[in-house]
């Protein structure tokens, strides 16, 4: 299976420390997202990259946050100095970039990986 | 700003009742829109999606017609099983905005036999 893998599934930290993800998107796929979940909410988007340039950020990402994705493949989120309040699943899914000339509308499903539950403590 | 309402879990039906989960957004423009259904202990996929106004995207024996004029995409199934229990998201994806999700809270569906 070629899907969207995450490194790790889960990560028991103290409040403090920093942490490293890792998403592997599905190799053809030049698009990348990193997106929060906490329980009982709906994702939320934090940042984008096409390729290798990360074009978007959301407000939630703060300064102790930052995602890299070197060459346009694999992507990584750091946290540092983890709070409890950064306690989420922090999911990364990936897609195609094509154009949909017909609707002018970019329609194309994004695939999500099984996600990394982060719980600082 | 672009924003998704999806009606409050949990939903508990028998098996073969019928399911409508009720999503309204706002949104500036028109956007896609998309059910996403999280299984227990798995990742997101994505159930169906609509691009345009009136049109229908169907899966798995789901329905949702994407209604401009309520700004409305509803989740319907006509007989669910034991296998639909499951958290349900409602989202969208708003032009410019690089197909970056917006997501409803979900709403937990529970089928009992």
């Known amino acids: 299976d070629t899907g969207v893998s995450q490194d790790p599934r889960h990560k028991i930290t103290k409040r403090g420390q920093n942490v490293t993800f890792r998403c592997d998107p599905i190799?053809?796929?030049?698009?990348l997202y990193w997106y929060r979940q906490t329980l009982g909410q709906g994702p939320e988007f934090l940042t984008y990259f096409q390729n290798e340039a990360q074009l978007e950020k959301s407000r939630l990402l703060s300064d102790r946050f930052s995602a890299e994705r070197p060459k346009g493949s694999f992507s990584t989120l750091e946290i540092q100095r983890t709070e409890q309040g950064d306690s989420a699943m922090y999911l990364c899914?990936?897609?195609?970039?094509?154009?949909?000339?017909?609707?002018?509308?970019?329609?194309?499903?994004?695939?999500f990986g099984p996600g990394t539950r982060l719980t600082v403590t | 700003g672009n924003s998704v309402t999806q009606m409050e879990g949990p939903v508990t039906l028998s098996e073969e009742a019928f399911l409508t989960i009720n999503c309204t957004y706002t949104a500036t423009g028109y956007p896609s829109l998309f059910w996403y259904v999280q299984y227990p202990g798995e990742g997101l996929q994505l159930l169906l999606k609509?691009?345009?106004?009136?049109d229908k995207g169907s899966n798995k024996g789901f329905e949702a017609t994407y209604r401009k004029e309520t700004t409305s995409f509803h989740l319907e199934k006509g007989s669910v099983q034991v296998s639909d229990s499951a958290v349900y998201f409602c989202?969208?994806?708003?032009?410019?905005?690089?197909?970056?999700?917006?997501f409803g809270a979900g709403t937990r569906l529970a089928v009992h036999p």
């Open positions: 989202a969208l994806s708003a032009l410019g905005g690089y197909n970056k999700l917006i």
């Open positions: 899914a990936s897609s195609p970039s094509p154009w949909d000339s017909v609707s002018g509308s970019d329609s194309y499903e994004q695939y």
């Open positions: 190799s053809e796929h030049n698009r």
């Open positions: 609509a691009t345009k106004a009136d």
